[in-house]
């Protein structure tokens, strides 16, 4: 493993008055020559000779040879650094006495090299732990992760305390505008919810913050700034200048957690296109593809990219809540109660609901699905409009004003939540279709279609290309990413040359405002139907609909 | 100025949609900006032409011969890193936009680079202020520097603390040995003086800990020990290996400081050869100069450095407490009441007292002159003992069953002190001789004799040559020091690239464990005599001793 954490044990030979280096000076002697292995194992890995080793083994040639062929992370360079922290020079006695020179250093990366930051007698490499976080405006996932085994202990989601101050963003961004001593209740509230999850995780696992040593962490701007305590009116406003897109690693005590471990965010690229987004280009390793993918989450916001390792070229959009079931009548979140799948069988409705409850209502997985059966059924129209000779479910609701079908007891699905869920999924689409164009490319030209998120967890294929959310390409190359965000701040844990991707990715991403683009408009009008006006783009919806 | 912190005044563009950068990163841009000036303006002057420098601005090629030429300190290439301490991207918003993006940012040296440590509304760059301090075991002595205009503001003396665990190093050591609780007690007691000196300082100037960017510090290795909360008792015992020799910069806070600044603090060579060492070294010049030159400190150790550019041999020893009035019998230190000057005229006693009060003791200066004048008066013999015959003031005492001098009403100075001085002088003597004789050179190969700390600065340097503590080479090449321990800090506080020289310092040091050296109590035995048993090294004194 080679992550942003290290564990080394150490066999150090007693001073003597011959040899009487600091204790200090004795472990980052050996810490070096650790390091010295490890590079001239993978010079030889890479095909560089061990002979060309010797002869320069700490020379500046040497060193840049391989930095720029990118097979070390330029960290275990000889002239690597490694400091000390404070607390690490007042245990080394007795520990080092104690322990008869056998000891445990415990590093973090920091800019330039590593910094020790905990001493422990004998050999304990094999505990070795820390953490990733995903930390979303409605929820904060976190997972404890075996930096010796590379693999997770356990997954955590608590709430995000900030909802206490408004269930949508802009309401908590409003609420701090110009009062530094509100913002403070903010981001307290947000390190708050990251120091339950951590002793949740600690009640599941046994394993709590004083054993780990570093955290990464991805999240949207505002929830990044809210966290390190940064004023996000800006994300929102105009001109959209972020107060910080990257902040440098901090530690978690600065950062008020209970957690001495260094804290790594991943950056933003823009004020719509977070650290969430970089972390899942890297997670679905579009960055490094020979094909052209596209990377889509949508939840209240889209956020797009399509690129391959030659380029990288993305977007945001105001997509909506539809998706979260927010605009929907009966629209709830993915919680026990809500309907997430639909069938239409011999004109009546076969629900799947979350928990096995009586439904209560329904969730976006359950809408897409929902609406492909009652498109391919003939019940709406391409347009999006109710067929009401096509059932006699389909009913004018006299309260309502408008027509309307009962897909469960109680819960009807209206003409108006059709109309609003065809907006954004038509502003998905066009996201999509506008970058697709920049390039000059169709869909015939994508490898994989990666879709992020918890709404892309559940979706159903099928339903999802029907209605034109996502486009009518092989099955297999849609590939539901889950939770993209977590799986690159869990890389980046446990790879620390993933900070030189995440700077790429950064240096790659072009960004295109789309409300300035003229085109935007027009395009949306276009793909204002079910699945498109152009049938011609859905072959297969176009087949199931002559069936 | 060129120091360990920066303060640059930025006039910054504001943010539009088209350029919205972050604050941060608007910030970074414009001071990398500025580097790029820098070292442009550098290369010129040092002669790389304009034209290679434009060729190749950003090339990794151009970075490393200027950088190997020593021309930068390494951190003025455009390479350097800049990053921001938290609390400084919390007051992004709303300082930036009140002072319509003109402000200054405050920087202060990192391992590779810069730390963004303090934003100000304005041009501030005239208030630029940072400390330097010499930690002595029983003074601090701390300076305010005006970094803007890189000169003192004031100057302090502090008594440390420590003294209330006991006058003597070893003290206070024992009294820490393997307990911990004690020695933060010694710790807390270290920085209380800083605090003190600080508030003292403030007093003086009007300038406080909250408006000082950096502290470059000095002390033996015993202090820097007590000072970081390291358990100092490996200082005195064998086999002398410290905890750590070298540390790095941590913030005033950290550090128990009420002080938010940067701390650096000059290494320790050994466990005798501490950090003041090096930074008086440092301060004279020695490690640059073509002439050999000698570095001596006298106190209650002797640490004495030869060398030049080329090396430095250097070694230490206890001289004894003599030399501060430490064991002879009316000795005192160099406090009000203290004779610090003698001369004998006609047979009596001419003396200077510190603070024109009736005499209390002899300080150290004043021992010497004391001696120099009855030797040259032929009251004692060059064995160093009492020549009854030569005055009638030459009484045989018979309380102490000794000899003795009245040199003042009622203070009498012995034989035993003076046999106690000659093996105090015969040891700091030795010590040079014999690192002469090991390179293979006499005293008339050199160049200047650096005589450092209180005792130098007050001493007569015709005294001191006439007992032989000093060389007798002509007097304009003995140079008195004063504190450079405390002038090596404030070079450093103000030359950031210093930190280069002291890395070259420390590799070059060669140091002798004179304890280990089989002819060093025959030379010993052989210094013990005034000047010296071989006269003819002294030819001014012999000259004298004829008149």
Known sequence: MNGLSRKRYLELTE??????????????????????????????????????????PGSIEA??????????????KQSCTIEPALGFLQTLYPVCEDSAWKVTVSMVAVDN???????????????????????GSTTVVMRLIDCARGRSLGQVSV??????????????????KDHPERLKELTDATRASLAEAMEALRQKTGVGPEECLCMTMAGNAAMMHFFYGLDPFCVFASPYALRAGQVPAYSGKELGLPFS??????????????????????????????????????GTNGELVIGNKEFLLCGAGAAGPALEGGVVKTGMRAEPGAVFGVKLENGSFQLQVIGGEAPRGICGSGIVDLLAELFLHGWVDIRGKFVPQASESIQWRQE???????????LWFYQSDITEFIRTKAAAHTMVEYLMGQ????????????????????????????????????RQRIVSEGNAS????????????????????????????FAAVDDFLRMMTAAQALPHTDLERYPTVKQKLKL
């Open 486 to 513: 977590l799986e690159g701040a869990q890389y980046w844990l446990l790879h620390r040359q993933a900070g030189q991707r995440i700077k790429e990715i950064l240096e790659k991403m072009e960004y295109v405002q």
């Open 63 to 76: 060193g840049q040879e391989k930095q720029s062929g990118g097979i070390v992370s330029g960290c275990e």
């Open 113 to 135: 090299g590593w910094k020790a930051v905990r001493l422990e007698a004998g050999d304990t490499t094999k505990q070795h732990y820390g953490y990733c976080v995903d930390l």
């Open 159 to 176: 709430n995000n305390r900030q909802i206490a101050w408004g269930a949508d963003i802009l309401t908590r961004i409003f609420y701090c």
């Open 261 to 298: 471990g260094m804290v790594y965010s991943y950056p933003a690229r823009a004020n719509y296109l977070g650290g969430d987004i970089v972390s899942g280009v890297l997670a679905c390793g579009m960055d490094k593809a020979d094909e052209l993918g596209i990377f889509l989450d949508i």
């Open 439 to 474: 390039v000059g490319l169709s869909m015939d030209h994508i490898g994989k279609f990666h879709v992020a998120g918890a709404f892309g967890t559940f979706l159903d294929k099928e339903s999802a290309v029907a209605v034109g959310l996502y486009p009518d390409i092989e």
């Open 400 to 410: 309502e004003q408008e027509q309307a079908v009962e897909y469960a007891p109680g």
């Open 15 to 56: 001073p003597t008055e011959e040899d009487c280096r600091s204790s200090w000076q004795r472990i980052k002697d050996a810490l070096e020559e650790t390091f010295r292995e490890i590079e001239s194992e993978q010079g030889k890995q890479s095909g560089v000779t061990a002979s060309v080793q010797k002869k320069q």
